[in-house]
């Protein structure tokens, strides 16, 4: 018989879960714990209302241009953060603080900004989001734009079901590459210990593995969620990635915007950029689809 669920009010429950809120846990808290009950539905959806939206935000990468008239460069990267939510509470709306940008710049951001939504490219993206410590360049449900007031309305519950799919199946990659590695790493101590092997080599062959398998999951993982969105908006699409060079130049951007990522929030592994593992991401790819298919099952029976 399966365990029973304690009976509590809910506000012990809010106390239980608040308390395992942390980077990690937040794929499993919106994947998981979430579909658990209407109670932990609640809860969970109030911690991330409160705490986690406040700490998203969404940049929009447009690059400068050369404004001949007035001889200056108009810098038109954005971001936005989060301004509110709706009444029911299920679209949130962002701006761009007033601070930023100049009023001057606004008719250049405006045109870039409407273009590259016009021209959506699944692969080609310049956009990122960023959800405290994670990052990703994936879709952004229900998007609806105030050019005027430069404001972005979505929903913002099938934002976090897409992103924390792609890091939930990036980071399960890595927790298998991680067992798979058990035994070529007793494998390495032995052969320091034999005095085959010193120390820092030992550790140098360590975190070289580590660090590709953190760059062919996370390329993995963006490859499924791409071939998902491709055979959504075509059935007959293949749904594989036609530019493989510009994918590199992406990915490689994405490390590094990880990396300072990492770097502000005190965590320095490195993810330098390597394309050799194109065969091994493939095989990774087809084994996190059945993962995307059940997240979307479990969120039409919830919602």
Known sequence: MAAQIPLLPPELWFKVIESHESDQNLPEMWLTWRH????????????????????TCIRFLLGGIWDEGIEALIERDVELKLLKLSEDKKIATFYMPEYLPRESHKPYIRNALQKYITDEDLEYTSHRIQVRTDLTDGPIPGLSIDYEKLELSFDWKELYTVFYSEVQVSTRLITEWVEGQKIRHSNLRSAMEAGQLDMERMMHEILHGFEQSHRSS??????????????QKDPDSTGEIKDTLQEANILRDLAEER?????????????????????????????????WEDEDASDAGND
Not at 218 to 231: E, F, G, Q, V, Y
Not at 284 to 291: H, I, K
Request: aromatic share 4%; charged share 50%; net charge negative.
């Open 36 to 55: 658990v009950s209407k109670t932990f539905q609640n809860v969970v959806e109030t911690i991330f209302q409160e705490s986690v939206l406040p700490r």
């Open 218 to 231: 996370a390329k993995a993982a963006r490859r499924l969620r791409i071939k998902k969105m491709k055979k």
């Open 259 to 291: 990396r300072a990522i990492a770097s502000e929030f005190g965590d320095t592994d490195d993810e330098d950029e390597d394309d050799s593992e194109d065969e091994e991401d493939s095989e990774n790819a087809e084994e996190g689809e059945d993962e």
